[in-house]
């Protein structure tokens, strides 16, 4: 999260200005004030360390900032969904390419996407591995796969999470 101005706590901030210049330490309020002429915010960078490191940057940059901070945290892994498309191998191409879209929409999203494929028995396991795996290869510039494919009973199943 972004700390800004007055929500700046801290009695001491190490101060770096505008075009990234060391200020050192100063008050908080000499700080605001600095802020205030220079008509700019004061933005925390951290607050791990004592006192903490601020910078001066500029309205617009710092609303861009946040922005940028906030689209970060709303899809951070965890915060990730995951998608189910069911599939089977009676399925005619054109569903097949459907289902393929509607995961490349997903994983562009941020979102992961579980491919499920209902089989039946040895051999339609063995397809619809190679289905998975082909689905994967296409799907390739969109997103990476999680586990390798897995074969069980009736069913193989592949998770995919979007790539950056």
Known sequence: MLIMDEQIKASEVLLTGLDGEDLGIVSREEA???????RVSLVCTSLMTSPPP??????GAARQEKQQEKK????????????EIRLTLQMEDHDRETKQSQAERILTKGDSVKFVIQVHGAKEGTAGKEWAEQLC???????????????SGKQVVVQLDPIG
């Open 32 to 38: 605001l004030r600095m802020a205030k002429e220079r």
């Open 72 to 83: 970060k945290t709303a899809k951070s892994p965890d915060k990730r969904k995951v998608k």
């Open 54 to 59: 601020c910078k001066l940057i500029g309205a």
């Open 137 to 151: 290869k296409s799907l390739a510039e969109y997103g990476s796969k999680t586990t390798g494919v897995q074969v």
